[in-house]
């Protein structure tokens, strides 16, 4: 199982900036589907932010698109979600995420992992 660390979060203004990172050991992110989620103050769900395939083929849901940008680069087993533009309600704890691709879950690999998150805060 992938085991996950995230990094990069802070206190930004509106309009700021911040590049998350989540760093992976114990497998490879090369078989697996990387996403990010984010938990805001006071909600007990996560919800989906972004998600890149294998292949790297990224989907952002819609309150995101056009101000983040999911990455992966698999020789440094690392995935990252740069953003910019923040605005107060990105506020929440971001949570890195590995789902098993098929070469993974042929290779036995069948659980997802969590990393433990990183607090955004935006704040005027």
């Known amino acids: 199982q992938v085991q996950l660390v995230e990094s990069g979060g802070g206190s930004v203004q509106p309009g700021g900036s911040l590049t998350l990172s989540c760093a992976a050991s114990g497998s490879n992110i090369s078989q697996y589907v990387m996403g990010w989620h984010r938990q805001a103050p006071g909600e007990q769900q996560r919800e989906l932010v972004a998600t890149i395939t294998v292949n790297g083929t990224p989907n952002y849901e819609d309150v995101v698109k056009g101000r983040f940008t999911i990455s992966r680069d698999n020789a440094k087993n690392t995935c990252y979600l740069q953003m910019i533009n923040l605005k107060l309600e990105d506020t929440g704890v971001y949570y890195c995420?590995?789902?098993?691709?098929?070469?993974?879950?042929?290779?036995?690999?069948?659980?997802?992992?969590w990393g433990q998150g990183t607090q955004v805060t935006v704040s005027s």
């Open positions: 995420k590995a789902v098993p691709g098929i070469e993974a879950i042929v290779a036995g690999k069948r659980a997802a992992s």
